[in-house]
């Protein structure tokens, strides 16, 4: 390491001349709405509405829409398992809940399942996009009378070429570090319901004009199981002689629809107070919402496409509806389109998010030790985990080639990680009742006490439920069980050498830690050590530290003190705890960043102060920090994914959501070449050029005479100028003012801009 006992640079270095490192151990969260809450879980679980119900059907028969109704019902009670779990804290998702009650060996095996979840939800999700848009594609051609149909090796090849170009379109998003928006997702499920309302209502409208009947009841005689849906059991009479088995088997073909429940535990921590009462407004609207998109696509579609028509759609379900809606053929493509827009927007947003989650749990597995460093080694230009991100990408890459565009092939494999991560998740919580028993926010309902036990009737209900049709889909599901096997067993290997080399490695890497950390509740001065009106310095990569450099060549020693801060950013389905633990925030990546910048004080002589806080969100991290701190100046490196100005106005933006307190901060982006932007952050006069102050000038003389014998001065002519325009705005003319400021803005880009 290249700090030594003494040297200048360890600021508030104990006796031991070791520098400390203050650890705030509360997070700093943006909290979000339970709309928006409900939003973003929406976005993953919505979108098997576009696939389940063919699915099913294709397994199962007719009657396949009454078993994806029981399972949306179903839905609700094992959303009350998670909402149990996140009011007793246990906030890290299916890992966190299953470590803390049956220990480290089924978490790791649960995480395995979970991680195959993740690895196909990106997968069947572009796969389906792409299904879609061939489907499309196909009706185009034929009403513009170009081509026959597209044949089903065409189609195959569409959706697995567009569900590879989506993956990597969202590789590198993640790669560059864009953040999920809970805005974007909200302003989906906007355009999502505008969809669904309409095709609920257009799909009423013709069942009602061709009398349409509801499919067949869900009884066991009813079902018409294929030999791909009894799997091993096709040579047994089990499913003919027990009507409850073949129930199941139903079930384990329909449970597709359930998936994305998963995100509710992620998006806990951000949902604001009072949270509890939030996040059971947030499951009401995802039950209700997912409820009557995904049954009444599936009700609608058996009862409204032929039954003969209806099998060439089973990967396009509600295509095919459009289609075979009532009404002009051009309105029904119209229409078609307009599913297909809307179902790229949300399926793509699920592959998305498939990276997110897959990159925060193996992050939070990281940060436990199971998995080392190396796999966390931030982008030497980004930052971000690049190496978990390619090694999930690659994964799924591989997933849509070996599938070749099959998405029923893809719901068989995903079915195997949904249903086990639901079922270790239910058997977590049921344990946890009892090794950690108390009162808690919520439970589970149908709970009976016998002689002052505690019987949690609904929620062994759920848990038996959940791995009943988990055991079940293991023998109907041969191709899932043995690929969901097998990646399961390999990556529990995996974690387990990677933990024990870990473990090996851990009395080397306490002789390489001269870092004495500290935790903090709260980040303040005196915990730092820092005066107020102190230079807060973000850093986030030991390859991007010239804006420290600048600052520690021109801060002078004793006037000002500088604070190096490292927010470690709480990524989806990662680190879910408010409170947390010193080794879940400083590892081996922070100890090489903070080494780094110790050695630049240390060559200049000067002092710096390290602290490290958790948020998820970059800036408003950095800002509520230095709201802490009571610092005076930020100085941050240029970013690797936006441009200065957008820059600029994220920040902007983060300041403007602070409490009413807001302090003013002074800003400054330096960039590599050395240049620098100045920014200042609140309410401040504006820099005006000479030529504005001379435009200014000529107002005031020219109305100076005018006026007279009033009084006039410069600020007398903003003043009124600034009325002016709110008046305009106020009398409904904004868009008429908002017009003239861009005219005003483009002829000014036009100087600025040198002719060639």
Known sequence: MSSTPHNPAAAGSGG?????????????????????????????????AYYAGGEAEGYIGKTAPWFILAIMLFSYAVRAVYVESCSMFVRGGVYRAVKMSLGGTLAKFSVSALMFDYILTGPISGVAAGQYLAGLINDLLLYLHVSGPLSSATTSLIAASFAILVT???????????????????????????MVVMLIAWCIYTAAVRHSALPPWPHPRNLRLSTGALGWLAHSNLPHMFGVIAIFIALGHSVLAMSGEESLAQVYREIESPK????????????IYSLVFTSLVSFFAVMIIPDDVRQHFLENLIGGLAMNLEGPFFARLIFHGFVVVVGTLILAGAVNTAIVGSNGVLNR???????????RQPHKRFGTSYRIINIVVALQVVTIIISRGDVTFLANLYAFGVIWSFAMNGLAVLVLRYTSPGQREFQVPLNLTLRGVQIPVGLGLITSTLFLIAVVNLFTKPIATMAGGAFSVLLYIVFTISERRGRRGGAAHVEMDQFNLELESELTPEAVGARPGNVLV????????YHLGNVLDRIKPGRRDVVVLHVRLLRRSASGENELE???????????LFSQALSMAEKRGKSIRLAVVAANDLWDGILRAATSLQSSTIVAGRSTKESNEEQARQIGDAWEKLGDQKPQFNLEIHLPNGDKLYKVLGPHAPNLTANEVNLLHRLWLRFSDAVAPLEMHHHDVVHFALEEVQKEVEEGHEDIVVNRLRAHLEANQTKKTPRS
């Open 168 to 194: 990597l379109y969202f590789w590198w998003q993640n790669t560059k570090g864009v953040a999920e928006s809970s805005e974007k997702a909200l302003h989906i499920m906007k355009l999502v319901t505008v």
């Open 276 to 287: 509890l009462p939030n996040l059971k407004k947030a499951g009401a609207v995802i039950f």
């Open 538 to 545: 973000p850093i986030s990569n030991q390859y991007a530290l």
């Open 16 to 48: 031991n001349g070791i520098p400390r490192v203050i650890v705030a151990t509360t997070a700093l969260l943006t909290f979000i709405s339970f709309w928006r809450a409900a939003a973003i879980v929406l976005n993953d679980l919505a979108s098997s």
């Open 365 to 375: 597995v990281s940060e436990d030790g199971v998995l080392s460093a190396w796999f």
């Open 582 to 592: 010193a080794n879940q925030l400083f590892g081996s990546i922070e100890q090489q």
